[in-house]
Nanobody, 124 residues
């Protein structure tokens, strides 16, 4: 069982930055692929970024490439999402998720555990 708790969301002006954190419980955190997803009002949840167990492999959705960076600290059981050059269209609830048994996962239905989400609002 893995419990995930996100933090770091908030209100920021366009062009600003935020760093999201996702703290995980459990001793097997380093065994999980960790992903970030987001869901805007009236839209489906979408993939944002993913990182493999070691941090050596990452993948991003095209709209955030070059602006967002996913990283993890297995010693702290935490995954991060550094978000720079934020745009109003980045406004959403951001969720972290954990998947076991894969190298990289971009499909939300393959994730085993989810956090409760943190709101990110970017004003124009």
């Amino acid at each position: 069982q893995v419990q995930l708790v996100e933090s770091g969301g908030g209100l920021v002006q366009a062009g600003g930055s935020l760093r999201l954190s996702c703290a995980a419980s459990g001793r097997t955190f380093s065994s999980y692929v960790m992903g970030w997803f987001r869901q805007a009002p009236g839209k489906e949840r979408e993939f944002v970024a993913v990182i493999n167990w070691s941090g050596g492999i990452t993948s991003y959705t095209d709209s955030v490439k070059g602006r967002f960076t996913i990283s993890r600290d297995n010693a702290k059981n935490t995954v991060y999402l550094q978000m720079n050059s934020l745009k109003p269209e980045d406004t959403a609830v951001y969720y972290c998720a954990a998947a076991w048994g894969y190298t990289i996962v971009v499909v939300s239905t393959l994730y085993d555990y989810w956090g409760q989400g943190t709101q990110v609002t970017v004003s124009s």
